[in-house]
């Protein structure tokens, strides 16, 4: 298994044709709070954060770490995108040391594949960077857009388990084999 935290990961933003993907920074913040505090993005997530309570958290830049990206179109922020491992410590139905996807994006970027695009080259970098290693994806079972794009994306169901009053789905993506 690689280590994704101990190395610099990008030595620049991926691009697909339509987007950038990128290191968080600073300027992130106002899209990060609008994206946090959604109702509607927190509806399969746990709920949004209260606004209030993301306004007064320090303004420091977010911490880019490997596997973290900001998503953007035309110079805006539409979302985040990370394959992030399992901590052992946090109470997780993903197996310690895996990566996972996710991903949010701001209900105006909903409907146009931007999702679909980003999680292409996230997962075409995560590739490359650990090569043969699968990615785990979880989501809630009545996210009917989640559900389609997991499958869209390539990942198969691993098991279906009930975690915060809700039926969650785990599916697993393999990167196809390089050739020799």
């Given amino acids: 298994m690689s280590e994704l935290g101990s190395r610099n990961w990008l030595s620049g933003p991926l691009?697909?044709?339509?987007?950038?993907?990128?290191?968080?920074e600073a300027r992130d913040r106002a899209g990060l709070i609008e994206l946090f505090g959604s109702p509607e993005v927190g509806t399969y997530v746990g709920g949004p954060r209260p606004r209030d309570e993301l306004e007064r958290e320090p303004p420091g830049t977010p911490t880019g770490r490997p596997g973290s990206f900001v998503i953007e179109l035309d110079g805006a922020m539409i979302g985040i995108i990370e394959l992030n491992r399992r901590d052992p410590q946090r109470?997780?139905?993903v197996p310690?040391?895996?990566a996972e996807l996710g991903y949010l994006l701001l209900p105006e970027a909903w409907g146009f594949g931007y999702a679909a695009e980003a999680c292409t080259a996230a997962l075409g970098w995560?590739?490359?960077?650990?090569?043969?290693?699968?990615?785990v994806l979880c989501t809630q079972i009545?996210?009917?857009?989640?559900?389609?794009?997991?499958?869209?994306?390539?990942?198969?169901?691993?098991?279906r388990y009930e975690a915060w009053g809700a039926e969650q789905w785990m599916?697993?993506?393999?990167?196809?084999?390089?050739?020799?």
């Fill in 15 to 24: 691009r697909t044709e339509r987007l950038v993907l990128r290191e968080p």
């Fill in 171 to 180: 599916g697993v993506w393999s990167p196809a084999p390089r050739p020799d």
């Fill in 142 to 159: 009545a996210n009917d857009r989640s559900m389609r794009l997991a499958a869209k994306l390539g990942f198969t169901e691993v098991r």
């Fill in 96 to 98: 310690p040391g895996e």
């Fill in 91 to 93: 109470r997780s139905h």
């Fill in 126 to 135: 995560f590739a490359e960077a650990s090569p043969g290693e699968p990615v």
